[in-house]
């Protein structure tokens, strides 16, 4: 070998046949991938957020896939070998790299379908909490040590907490593992490539059609406006382009909806870790809101715009109706239908029952099959048959659904009455308790049927108070909102409004009473609306929790 002078490029000119030509194999893909992931060393993540503690946490290897050199040995006095830089592997795998966590596809290059590997670090992601919160992780992770007495070493689980918030690497996370962390109804943010246009798109899979990709809200990514929330299948197909690397019953439960019934009773039931089993919205992620139960079955619950395979019903309420029993009610524009309302008469009615008021009490009876009552106050102007078969089908429907209820009977004109308190609601509460009831006929006050509301409120404050306010007419408020927010605040058990408006006419009195608590009149309804409603109400009470229409 001649000796190379300084500034002058080296190059093979000996007579040997063994000098390795240094260049990289050329073919195309690469010519080694791991197909399983590799450790490099234990690191410590230390949180953006003050007081989040640093954890300790295994870092793989940041690449999984690697060209050789080339394997052709150099001609002799020649700087480069004839024909293509090639390795000895006779198989090259895809080039394609997981976009989170840079890993390379394991399938033999130039594959057909999605790509495939092992997964590691993600390194290249960045996590984003919802209005920027701090999120807790359970982790579960194996760690060898050394037995001080035996000096043996033993493998053993050991539970941790990770805290995470908007703006920390993923780099301690896994993918697949992460996506089984994160659980039912997650979703992946990915960049918004339409800016200013619609950003839905939607699938039909079985006659039923669901979102996949919808434009994120700021909240939703730490005050961003340029992302996209996908589902976690449209993720790894459509984004990722690799297979779903999570288990077949985990990814049928990430297109569903994650939201749970709040009911206490779910409280009772752990499984095998402790965990609290919940019941979970059967819809699929991003949903529609859902305003009414899809069937008439008791076991499914519809509440906050969720639909729950499970119900509970309950006999621990006070129901108040509170009726409107001023001169309008015995108008007869409304009647009742039920044949025993239409031709009752007494002494203490003369106008008998054929009208607004009858036809109400027909409609409570329906509602009280349902559930208990707290309070039903029923505005009784001229005592129409129509409000009594509106309680009677109130009251079965809540005996259909087995609820045995309890609850205060109201009737009011310018005066508040109680007709009965704490009573047992049952298939004949309108004929014995209604149907005789003394009715004068007189003005309307709100305020008098509020304060009469309160005094019931006080003595049964043990248990959720569901008041049914029921009238046809205007009044002016006289302090009457601001003394319906202030029972809310004493019902500590629970408390629920049902305004009714049993005409086309509104009253905007009783719309800021409504909204004092959260509430929402159902207004211009006839006789078939009113029942109608007072069933759904009492179907909305068989659980602690529901959505008002």
Known sequence: ?????????????????????????????????????????????????????????????????????????????????????????????????????????????????????????????????????????????????????????????????????????????????????????????????????????????????????????????????????????????????????????????????????????????????????????????????????????????????????????????????AVDASGSMTATSIKAKRKETKEYKSALNPYGLDNKLGAAYDASWTYKKKKKIIFNCLRIKRVNTTILEIVYAFIRKRWSAKCRDKGTIILYDDKAKIIKENISFNLTTVREILYPAHVTWGGTSFVSAIRCIYEVVKRNASKPIVIIFLTDGKDLDNGASELLEEIKAFCSKGFYFFPCIFSSAKSPTLDIMARKVGATVKNNLDANGLETHFVSIAKKITTISYIQD
């Open 1 to 321: 070998m001649k000796k190379i002078k300084e500034g002058v490029t080296p190059f093979h000119c000996c007579g040997s046949e063994r000098h390795p030509c240094s260049h990289e194999c050329e073919e195309l893909g690469n010519c080694k991938a791991e197909c399983k992931r590799v450790v490099k060393e234990t690191k410590t993540y230390r949180p953006k957020t003050v007081g989040a503690k640093s954890f300790e946490y295994v870092s793989y290897s940041t690449v999984n896939g690697k060209k050789h050199k080339c394997s052709q040995l150099l001609p002799k006095n020649r700087k480069i070998h004839f024909g293509q830089h090639k390795c000895t592997e006779i198989l090259h795998t895809c080039q394609s790299t997981c976009q989170a966590c840079g890993y390379y596809c394991t399938k033999s290059f130039g594959h057909r379908g999605r790509h495939y590997t092992v997964h590691g670090n993600m390194v290249h992601s960045m996590l984003v909490v919802e209005k920027n919160k701090l999120v807790e992780f359970k982790v579960q992770t194996r760690k060898t040590i050394k037995d001080p007495i035996t000096l043996l070493e033993k493998e053993m689980t050991e539970d941790s907490v990770r805290m995470y918030t908007t703006g920390d690497t993923a780099e301690a996370e896994i993918c697949d593992f992460f996506c089984e962390q994160m659980g039912r109804g997650h979703f992946h943010l990915i960049k918004c490539n339409h800016p200013g246009e619609s950003c839905d798109i939607v699938e039909t899979k079985n006659n039923e059609t669901y979102y996949v990709r919808r434009h994120a809200s700021p909240d939703e990514c730490g005050g961003r406006n340029d992302v996209d929330k996908v589902t976690h299948e449209y993720y790894w197909e459509k984004w990722l382009k690799f297979e779903d690397p999570c288990k077949i019953p985990s990814q049928k439960q990430f297109e569903r909806c994650d939201h749970f019934c709040p009911h206490p009773d779910h409280e009772k039931s752990k499984d095998e870790f402790n965990e609290v089993k919940q019941s979970y919205c059967k819809e699929r992620l991003w949903h529609a809101y859902m305003t009414k139960q899809k069937s008439d079955s008791i076991n499914t619950t519809v509440m906050d715009g969720h639909v729950f395979t499970c119900s509970h019903p309950s006999d621990n309420y006070h129901i108040i109706f």
